[in-house]
């Protein structure tokens, strides 16, 4: 009699990149272990490029360079003593060159966020593998940091819807564009040290910072409480290194 075919369970089904993507919001376990099945991270990325370069147009349509660079002039108080000084052809050429660098920093903003996905993936590696006797491929943490921080996609789509909404040019801020942290809603009168530190504590930051820990525990084969330590602990050096560089700023 022919042997009978046992299906195999739908968990163990492999997903394909857009499944991927959606259950990285409803269900990020199933996207994490299937990482180790394939450690394809293309789609994630591709999502946060378009958000950035729609963001970019939303900000050159409806705000526009010069008026973006003026608004960080703005929150930097030294800086703009330093241009107010210069004759009026040398404020001239400071303004235009520092319109130039925010405009082409923020379209490099796709290459510079790879970059920083290879730094990161490599920096969680060696603390998981190394330092807590973890097995995961740098591959496989290069794919867990592109799906884990997919909620920052969501906070550029804010930054756009709110660009759109008619927000007032002279009041947007490029460095924190949207109300997903405390700093947003604090007053630029206070100490620059504590916005960068309430400015730290976004939603989406903490969401991708959840999804990590649980991605870095599912590819590592590690606790969950030995990912977090890994994943949180450097996030707080990171935020005590804003905060420092806030001060003597």
Request: hydrophobic share 50%.
């Amino acid at each position: 009699m022919p042997e009978a075919v046992t299906q195999p369970e739908a968990s163990t089904q492999p997903l394909n990149q857009v499944q991927r993507v959606v259950d990285t919001f409803i269900a990020p376990s199933k996207t994490f272990q299937d990482i180790q099945r394939s450690a394809n991270w293309l789609l994630p990325y591709i999502i946060g490029v378009v958000v950035t370069l729609a963001l970019g147009f939303a900000i050159q349509q409806k705000i526009g360079w010069p008026q973006t660079y003026q608004n960080i002039l703005k929150q930097a108080p030294k800086q703009m003593q330093r241009i107010e000084q210069l004759t009026p052809e040398q404020q001239t050429r400071a303004v235009t060159m520092g319109t130039n660098i925010t405009k082409m920093t923020f379209w490099a903003t796709p290459v510079l966020a790879l970059i920083v996905a290879l730094i990161a993936a490599g920096v969680l590696l060696g603390t998981i593998n190394f330092g807590f006797g973890g097995r995961a491929k740098f591959g496989q943490m290069m794919a867990v940091w592109m799906f884990a921080t997919l909620p920052w996609a969501i906070q550029g789509l804010l930054g756009i819807v709110t660009v759109y909404a008619g927000v007032d040019p002279e009041a947007f801020n490029l460095k924190n564009f949207v109300g997903t942290n405390i700093g947003y809603y604090l007053s630029q009168d206070m100490p620059k040290w504590l916005i960068a530190l309430a400015t730290s504590i976004d939603a989406t930051t903490i969401w991708a910072l959840i999804l990590l820990t649980i991605g870095c525990a599912a590819i590592g084969k590690v606790k969950r409480g030995q990912a977090a330590a890994a994943v949180w602990g450097w996030w707080v050096i990171i935020v005590a290194l804003k905060v420092v560089g806030a001060m003597f700023s």
